[in-house]
């Protein structure tokens, strides 16, 4: 099961990335929005999501099982695996955010109308790019040894730079969103 979700993992990652840089330069104003393969290609990853999250728990599950009929839980020494666990909670909640913020309505005649994008919805934007930050960060190394990555050092600083980029680049759009907006 735990190779399963490496795979998901990993191609939600590659979806999230694609995801990240085509809207984010579509709520900038550089492409066109409305591309039906991109929206595609966001349910796509939606539906991947939710399996890893049925993993996920699965997993959390089988863990918790164990620790107690061990009889011992280290809180301390599974602090990363509850920032995991956490972390991806909190991706949860803001992707439901991000979903009510960016879903179009659709009007009879066929017009498009986009959420108000004020100060709160900045906000829940910023959190969900923190959450997947800490998510991704704390679990790259896990799923390139899942993935059997040799000679990690490398790669893993290539990950956390290209990662830290395009996070950056992603608050930096929605900032640049709000701007447009309001003006």
């Excluded at 579509?26 to 409305?34: N, Y």
């Excluded at 990853?45 to 061990?70: C, E, F, N, S, Y």
Aim: charged share 10%.
């Amino acid at each position: 099961m735990r190779k399963w979700n490496a795979i998901i993992s990993m191609t939600v990652l590659a979806l999230f990335l694609v995801h990240a840089v085509v809207g984010g330069f579509q709520i900038i104003g550089v492409l066109p929005g409305g591309s039906p393969v991109m929206k595609w290609l966001s349910w796509i990853m939606a539906a991947l999501i939710g399996v890893h999250v049925v993993i996920g728990i699965v997993l959390t599950v089988q863990t918790l099982h164990a620790q107690r009929k061990a009889g011992v839980s280290y809180p301390k020494e599974n602090r990363l695996f509850w920032t995991r666990r956490l972390s991806g909670f909190a991706v949860m909640l803001f992707i439901v955010c991000h979903l009510l913020i960016f879903a179009v309505q659709q009007g009879a005649d066929g017009t498009v109308r986009l959420h108000p994008f004020g100060a709160a919805e900045l906000a829940t934007q910023l959190l969900l790019v923190a959450s997947v930050a800490v998510h991704v960060l704390t679990n790259i190394k896990p799923l390139l040894i899942a993935m059997g990555a040799r000679g990690m050092r490398e790669l893993f600083t290539d990950i956390l730079l290209v990662l830290t980029l395009l996070l950056l680049f992603m608050g930096a759009a929605f900032v640049i969103y709000l701007i447009r907006w309001n003006v």
